[in-house]
């Protein structure tokens, strides 16, 4: 069974970096398909952000590219998400997701709250 | 890069039929065959109900069907069960090289 844990600070200061990691169990990431990451505002819908292929080439959200950083380590069989700069917009609950086939994610991690405040 | 435009919601009673619609341009949902269903509950993780427009992932019951014409997806729901009220939101590739969701529809089973 291919489970994803993302952890990370729960609350970033305005200005700061916000980094979420995700943990993959069940699975080699190095192995095949394409790790995303994928928010939802408190209230809002769903937000894609940037996918990671397993052999390392990276897909951002255009609006979102200059912030954004998605890498892998296979040593540790997980992916990461950095986002620069962040704004009280950038508070929402982060998910992670394995994306089998062009945009179709079939596993999720089940969400970590990030809070930008001071 | 907008987000596809989807009814804020739907409603139907048990065993009733509904049909969600997603709708972008030729550069998403018009231009490519990767449009994806999600289904949400909320506190709960997204899942995948639908994905190539109309394939349905394994386990995901055939009362979920997928469908595309010209730019706007559909999604439909046949015999509609209280388990299904939830929030559903598509997906597709676009021609920048990235995903966009729709807005999303709050599903209501009276």
């Known amino acids: 069974q291919v489970l994803l844990q993302e952890s990370g600070p729960g609350l970033v200061k305005p200005s700061e970096t916000l980094s979420l990691t995700c943990i993959v169990s069940g699975y080699s990431i190095s192995s095949a398909y394409y790790w995303g990451w994928i928010r939802q505002p408190p209230g809002k819908g769903l937000e894609w952000i940037g996918s990671i292929q397993h052999g390392g080439s990276t897909y951002y959200k255009p609006s979102l590219k200059s912030r954004v950083t998605i890498s892998v380590d296979t040593s540790k069989n997980q992916f990461s998400l950095k986002v620069t700069s962040v704004t009280a917009a950038d508070t929402a609950v982060y998910y992670c997701?394995?994306?089998?086939?062009?945009?179709?994610?079939?596993?999720w991690g089940k969400g970590t709250t990030v809070t930008v405040s001071s | 890069q907008s987000a596809l435009t989807q009814p804020a919601s739907v409603s139907g009673s048990p065993e009733q039929s509904i049909t969600i619609s997603c709708t972008g341009t030729s550069s998403d949902v018009g231009g490519y065959n990767y449009v994806s269903w999600y289904q949400h509950h909320p506190g709960k993780a997204p899942k995948l109900m639908i994905y190539?427009?109309?394939k349905r992932p394994s386990g995901v019951s055939d009362r979920f069907s997928g469908s595309k014409s010209g730019n706007t997806a559909s999604l439909t729901i046949s015999g509609l069960q209280a388990e299904d009220e939830a929030d559903y939101y598509c997906?597709?590739?676009?021609?920048?090289?990235?995903?966009?969701f729709g807005g999303g529809t709050k599903l209501t089973v009276l």
């Open positions: 997906s597709s590739y676009t021609s920048s090289s990235s995903w966009v």
């Open positions: 190539d427009v109309t």
């Open positions: 997701a394995r994306d089998f086939k062009w945009g179709s994610m079939d596993v």
